[in-house]
């Protein structure tokens, strides 16, 4: 069971209280309203001090504006205490409502109302039918507004779900394309346009991410490489997955992700810049082709390195180690027992260096 500030903290953190959502249950309550053939309908989300009408028809004026009373006008906070349905006939005269200041404020007579819940089942509010006037609410009425209900459940599972969704889109620090397939007469894939991207892309690239939606990436980057193009239509055409990782030569900068097809020509793109990480390792590559090219052009040479803890000695040209006339040879010592022997500088012992002493 929670306790009553698990409830608000959940009510809180879904952002059913910030953002106009009257249209994401608007269907919900009109056909409340005409099922049910009752004058108020609506869908009220609990408070710690307050209920909220998330979804409203047929209130009077003044409360419809506010969208909201306290807690001394709610018969809702009711269903939410007790986690079951609430049906009273006539409010007047019951034990349980009959104070309620909603009776002479918002002419409140009879009242059916079931609970709403978050995904985790946590009641959180009512869908409520209300008349003005006495009435005796059948079991099929009841029946009715509780399938209804589990629609309305559904609806604010889904609004969560979009908004922690739209939170992360916003906060995740690597680049997010949602995107779409352009398709020529035939129905080749020749271009894809943005309909997404998160802040985080605008960093990434360096482009403004308010700029981009809408557009194809063709019209933002005229020079890219053809492959942002022919991997995304090979994932939308095959629905595999594929890693990448690229560079936007006229950005100058590298990428590191995946596209994942979404269905109906729709993609996903998430990806990091790599660009440090590249360009260190192109700096190591040069590096070893300019070694290659030196040894490669020297006539006698000696290569000393160490493998698994052990010196190995390459020798070529007119070089030999130990008596060997071999044009090329490896000879492997223990790095620890033959220490002195691997310094050119000769600090090793005497037999050592006439040991392992080179030859030209």
């Known amino acids: 069971m929670s306790s009553p500030s698990e409830h608000i903290g959940a009510v809180r953190n879904s952002g059913l209280l910030d953002a106009p959502v009257q249209s994401e249950f608007q269907d919900i309550i009109e056909v409340v309203k005409a099922g049910l053939n009752c004058p108020v309908a609506l869908v009220s989300i609990l408070d710690e001090d307050r209920q909220v009408f998330i979804a409203h028809l047929g209130l009077p004026d003044k409360w419809a504006e506010a969208a909201e009373t306290p807690l001394t006008h709610s018969f809702c906070q009711h269903v939410v205490r007790d986690k079951k349905p609430l049906v009273i006939g006539d409010a007047t005269i019951h034990d349980l409502v009959r104070d309620n200041l909603a009776i002479t404020d ?56 979009e908004r922690r969704w739209s939170s992360l889109f916003e906060q995740l620090e690597e680049g997010i394309i949602v995107g779409s397939v352009v ?128 010196l190995v000695w390459r020798c070529a040209g007119n070089f030999r180690m130990a008596g060997s006339r071999n044009a090329r040879a490896a000879v492997r010592g223990d790095f620890h027992t033959r220490r002195s022997s691997s310094r050119c500088s000769g600090r090793g012992s005497a037999k050592s260096r006439n040991q392992w002493r080179a030859h030209g």
Request: hydrophobic residues 40%; glycine residues 8%; without cysteine.
């Open 183 to 310: 398709r020529d007469v035939d129905g080749s894939i020749v271009d894809w346009r943005y309909d997404t991207v998160n802040p985080a892309f605008g960093e990434l690239v360096g482009y403004p991410a308010d700029n981009v939606p809408g557009r194809t990436i063709r019209e933002i980057f005229p020079s890219f490489e053809e492959e942002w193009v022919s991997d995304v239509a090979e994932v939308v055409e095959s629905g595999q997955n594929k890693r990448f990782v690229r560079k936007v030569g006229t950005l100058d900068r590298w990428f590191d992700g995946y596209i994942q097809s979404t269905g109906d020509d729709k993609f996903v793109i998430i990806f990091v810049e790599v660009t440090d990480r590249m360009q260190a390792v192109e700096a190591l590559r040069d590096s070893e082709t300019k070694l290659r090219l030196i040894v490669e052009g020297a006539k006698d040479y000696i290569i000393l390195t160490i493998d698994d803890n052990e």
């Open 106 to 161: 918002l002419g409140v007579i009879s009242y059916m109302g079931v609970p709403v819940t978050m995904p985790d089942g946590m009641v959180i509010g009512a869908l409520a039918a209300i008349d003005g006037e006495p009435r005796t609410w059948s079991e099929n009425e009841l029946e009715l507004l509780s399938r209804i209900g589990k629609v309305a459940s559904n609806q604010i599972a889904t609004f969560v779900a």
